[in-house]
């Protein structure tokens, strides 16, 4: 069975991008995801290093199978808040399986910052990322149609990764 995870980079809990985060790793995985990290209710354990939760959060992250890693836009960026929790992830093996870039912003004017800024990190860190990185504009945060080319794309290759990570039952995939 594929472990599904969701990090999300918003400083505000059980936001937009937490909703978007989610129905893209359900849509991707065939179910809800496994475990989601909302970083803004982790309060100021992020900042320390020593923090036992906040290192089995980086541990069970780093070992699924498929991690959507969510953001808003600032600055063409993502947050400062996802960037404290990605640093403590080991270069080029902190994720092990497949990591989808995505940002929520307010316009197209950004579309191309989860390429150009998340993706790099989650590549630097280990993960594969499948296909292009996603952007969606704040206000169709919650309309289907916003994803549905970028799932058609992607879809197919999420499905093949994971069908190859499950484990064989009597010999037989």
């Known amino acids: 069975m594929s472990v599904i995870a969701v990090v999300v980079g918003n400083p505000k809990p059980g936001s937009r991008t937490l909703s978007a985060a989610t129905y893209v790793a359900?849509?991707?995985g065939g179910a809800e995801p496994d475990l989601v990290v909302d970083l803004a209710t982790l309060g100021p354990a992020i900042l320390d290093w020593a923090d036992?939760?906040?290192a089995d959060?980086?541990?069970?992250v780093g070992a699924a199978d498929l991690v959507v890693v969510a953001s808003p836009t600032y600055k063409a960026a993502y947050t400062g808040l996802l960037k404290l929790f990605l640093d403590r992830f080991a270069g080029g093996t902190g994720l092990s399986g497949l990591a989808v870039p995505l940002m929520l912003g307010g316009s197209p004017a950004h579309s191309l910052a989860p390429e150009t800024?998340?993706?790099p990190v989650l590549t630097e860190i280990g993960g594969t990322v499948p296909g292009r990185a996603l952007y969606v504009v704040d206000a169709q945060h919650d309309d289907p149609a916003a994803y549905a080319d970028w799932l058609a794309a992607t879809r197919p290759l999420v499905s093949t990764f994971l069908a190859s990570t499950s484990p064989t039952t009597n010999g037989t995939p």
């Not at 959060?57 to 069970?60: H, T």
Request: a positive charge; aromatic letters at 0%; proline letters at 0%.
């Open 117 to 119: 800024t998340l993706r």
């Open 52 to 54: 036992a939760g906040v």
């Open 26 to 28: 359900t849509e991707l």
């Open 57 to 60: 959060l980086v541990k069970q």
